[in-house]
Structures are given as C-alpha cells and as structure tokens.
C-alpha cells in the first residue's frame, strides 16, 4: 500500500533524510536513490508518496518515493536560488561592462572569472568530500576564494549543488566577504580608486 508523508529532515550533503507519514507514526528513513525519476533533490517540507521495505538490519525505509505536490516552501526557495543565480551574471555583467567601458583593467576581469571557477570546484570538491567522509576544505578556504573576487562562483555552487547554503554561521561570513569584495570594486570605481589604479597600472 502507498504511504504519503512529508520530509520533515533531510541533510542534502549526506543525501538522507526521513519521512513522517500522514497521521503520525514514526519518521521513515529516505536517502536520494529513493526518489523515482531523480527529477530534483528534496530541500525539506515536500510531501510524497512512498513505499516501504525493511533493509538489511530490520530498518524501516521509504522507496519508490515521488512528490505528491510542490510545497510553498520549494516554491519560496526556487525563486530565491533563481534571484541569487541572476545576482551574480549581473554582478559579472556590470564587471565586463566596466572593463569595455575603460573603467577597470581586463585583468581584474580574468581575475573575478579565474577565482568563480576555483571556488565553484572546491564547493563542488568539498561537497563530495562531505558525501564520501573525505577530508574537507575548510570553511576559511572557501571564503577567501569569495574574497578574492570568486563568489559569483561560490555563490553559483551553493545554489546549484546545494552546498553550505542552510548554514547560518557560513552564509554570514560569506556575505561579508562579498559586501568587503563589493566595497573594494567600488572604491575601485570611485575617481580616488581609479586615480590609484592608473598610477599602479602605470608603475607595473
């Protein structure tokens, strides 16, 4: 018989989470290969209809697991990951624009480019080093690539591979480093800024 339920845990960097069923009872363990199709991982709060089977060590879990419909919450978290996914082309955007514009040297361009694809495959790196109990990067690592320019590429990664985006503690440092690296650039951008850059672009 089919059971619905809701997934009231679930730890995307581990790929698990349970299930309580409709009507109370005790959550049922769920890990990702469980869900039917793979259409899109679960962040938490969907409801879906399941199956149950008795694993190995005589645990309940849930298989053949689909959705049963899209949450407010899924919902609320699709627009945010597409609002923060545009936020950073646009941050790249205004960059390229400013360096056509003679604003800024093509090599700070290289440099916000370079540094978004290092941090997008540490993200990606440490995130299968979470999954496989793999030594991890550490957490000050992955902020000082965002403050040397790559959190476009950090930022992508969190919402794309679900990566530290839940992590309170993480998402306030990272966005100090993106408002210390926003600073920069615009002080950069300021006459003072470019006086100074001219004369050490000069100097070099």
């Keep these: 018989m089919r059971h619905r339920g809701r997934i009231t845990q679930w730890k995307d960097d581990k790929g698990f989470g349970f299930i309580t069923p409709d009507g109370g009872g005790r959550p049922v363990f769920v890990h990702i290969t469980a869900f039917a199709g793979r259409q899109r991982r679960p962040t938490g709060q969907e409801r879906v209809r399941y199956d149950t089977r008795t694993d190995a060590q005589g645990r309940m879990q ?41 604003r800024l040297p093509r090599a700070l361009l290289g440099l916000y480019l370079g540094a978004s694809a290092v941090a ?3 993200y990606a790196l ?14 000050n690592t992955l902020h000082l690539f965002g ?8 930022l992508a990664a969190q ?3 679900r990566h530290k985006s839940r992590k309170a503690s993480f998402q306030v440092v990272f966005w100090g480093t993106v408002g210390l690296n926003g600073g920069a650039l615009g002080w950069l951008l300021s006459p ?7 004369s050490l672009l000069a100097a070099v």
């Design 147 to 154: 403050l040397l320019g790559g959190w476009p590429g950090a």
């Design 126 to 139: 440490d995130k299968s080093a979470a999954r496989h109990e793999r030594r991890r990067t550490p957490e």
């Design 62 to 102: 849930a298989v053949d697991v689909v959705y049963a419909g899209v949450s407010g919450r899924a919902i609320g978290a699709a627009l945010l990951n597409g609002g923060l996914l545009l936020l950073a082309v646009a941050f790249l955007g205004g960059v390229v624009w400013a360096v056509a514009a003679g």
């Design 120 to 122: 997008f495959v540490a």
């Design 192 to 198: 003072a800024g470019e006086r100074t850059l001219r």
């Design 159 to 161: 919402r794309l591979l």
